[in-house]
């Protein structure tokens, strides 16, 4: 392990605890952002069935459904990027001043 983060601070030119603050922000983002979405859309959607007005219930549902489009575009936007950067970072074997290695030190 030790070894890693002596990697990872090489690669990094010494930004390895910014680049570890930043995965572990946009982890939480990835994360939070979606169940909060959804949480309110299903409590909008709960107070609209107890109000009993047709209207409302499909409004909130509607509500609700937008809620779980952004959730998942919030989830995914992270991982496309991802996969995107690793794509453009491809160099040439043995590449080890990339930000890819950077960002798995991040990880660990």
């Known amino acids: 392990m030790a070894d890693l983060v002596l990697i990872g601070e090489e690669v990094c030119n010494g930004l390895l605890p910014i680049v570890k603050v930043i995965y572990r922000v946009i982890w939480v983002f990835m994360i939070v ?14 107070k609209a069935v107890i109000a009993s007005d047709e209207k409302e219930v499909k409004a909130a549902q509607n509500r609700l459904i937008k809620r779980f489009i952004y959730a998942a575009l919030v989830f995914f936007v992270p991982v496309i990027v991802g996969v995107i950067m690793n794509v ?21």
């Not at 952002?33 to 709960?46: E, N, Q």
């Not at 453009?88 to 660990?108: L, P, Y």
């Open 33 to 46: 952002i979606p169940i909060v979405l959804i949480g309110y859309g299903t409590i909008d959607l709960g």
């Open 88 to 108: 453009v970072s491809a160099g040439a074997e043995g590449d080890t001043s990339s930000w890819r290695g950077c960002w798995e030190a991040a990880k660990k």
